[in-house]
């Protein structure tokens, strides 16, 4: 049987066309928003005893997967039935995303950030500001702050469930952004490769979508659900934007075998603009640039320095070789 695990991601999000991510029917993505440009919204919801509606969905969600053991079949169906659910709530919140609440197949890297933009501190602020984007006062009964994070909802792993927000009435022990030990259970599980990104969630605060992917296929899960409310800034057109999501609509074409485990095909040419919102009463915009990429692109962006220094070396060496023989032949002349 292939083992799943679902997540929920709540935080900011960056899309960046110019590194492809390479998705073989192993992460199904529901985007509440839609396709990327589009706005997120936080607001507390009169319907649902005014609570966040983050909140609102977490307790959905907890209700769907709290049933124990829940294998692949099961999460894909409470998945499915989500694009249903989740829009009613929202309406329900006032909340209506247009091209929102679809699953799709995600084709681009993506950025999630579990830290609060400047202004973002569920506080009020003044308009003298010194830097980012001033906003005007804020009334802080109506908007708030996201709990950010990576929440674990359910695994098809029994000894996971503890530490899963469909296996327990507190939900801060599913979330790896804001418990100690989901922080420590999850890096247990994780290979020993890959546990530094269980503590660069914990303490960097973000993660890339092709870590996430690297990160629990370590632990042996060969599907992986994704419910991802976050905004998706990305600076490319409407007409872009539109074509990015049909295209995330349509199921991935297998090109490797199940069993191997397929890689980034990055774009050495991108121009790495990586920016995350500060998303607040719907508004969206840049702020900063982003955190550092991830060890991948790292060690890719070294090995090819490396091949370049040791072509020019051998050119080099080449050049001398045939400067010395024409020198030669021209002293024996």
């Not at 996430?212 to 419910?227: D, Q």
């Not at 990015?244 to 609509?249: D, V």
Request: proline letters at 5%; a positive charge; aromatic letters at 10%.
């Amino acid at each position: 049987m292939e083992e799943a695990i679902t997540l929920y991601i709540s935080g900011h999000g960056k899309e960046d066309i110019n590194e492809k991510f390479i998705n073989n029917n192993y992460v199904e993505l529901l985007s509440f928003v839609g396709k990327p440009g589009e706005f997120g919204l936080m607001k507390f919801c009169k319907n649902y005893n005014n609570q966040p509606i983050d909140i609102v969905t977490i307790n959905y969600l907890h209700e769907q997967y709290n049933q124990g053991n829940i294998n692949n079949d099961v999460q894909s169906k409470i998945f499915q039935n989500s694009t249903i659910e989740l829009p009613i709530i929202y309406k329900n919140c006032n909340i209506v995303y247009n091209d929102g609440f679809t699953i799709t197949w995600p084709r681009f890297e993506r950025e999630f950030i579990f830290e609060p933009a400047p202004h973002e501190n569920c506080r009020i602020c003044s308009n003298n500001c010194d830097n980012g984007r001033c906003l005007p006062k804020r009334n802080i009964n109506e908007i708030c702050c996201p709990e950010y994070g990576l929440t674990v909802v359910t695994s098809s792993y029994k000894s996971d469930i503890p530490y899963t927000l469909g296996g327990t009435d507190n939900r801060l022990l599913a979330n790896l952004n804001l418990s100690l030990p989901a922080k420590a259970y999850w890096k247990n599980r994780s290979s020993v490769e890959y546990r530094y990104l269980i503590d660069q969630i914990y303490d960097e605060k973000f993660i890339h979508l092709t870590d996430l992917f690297l990160l629990f296929t370590s632990m042996g899960f060969k599907h992986i659900y994704i419910y991802d409310p976050t905004c998706r800034d990305c600076e490319i057109n409407v007409l872009q934007a539109q074509e990015n999501r049909n295209l995330e609509l349509t199921k991935p074409i297998i090109t490797q075998p199940l069993n191997s485990n397929p890689l980034p095909n990055y774009n050495q040419n991108s121009n790495n603009k990586n920016y995350i919102n500060d998303c607040i009463n719907g508004i969206c915009n840049v702020f900063q640039k982003s955190k550092v990429s991830g060890g991948n692109k790292k060690s890719i962006r070294k090995n090819n320095k490396k091949s370049i220094r040791k072509n020019n070396k051998k050119s080099i060496r080449k050049n001398k070789k045939k400067s010395i023989k024409t020198n030669n032949k021209k002293n024996n002349i």
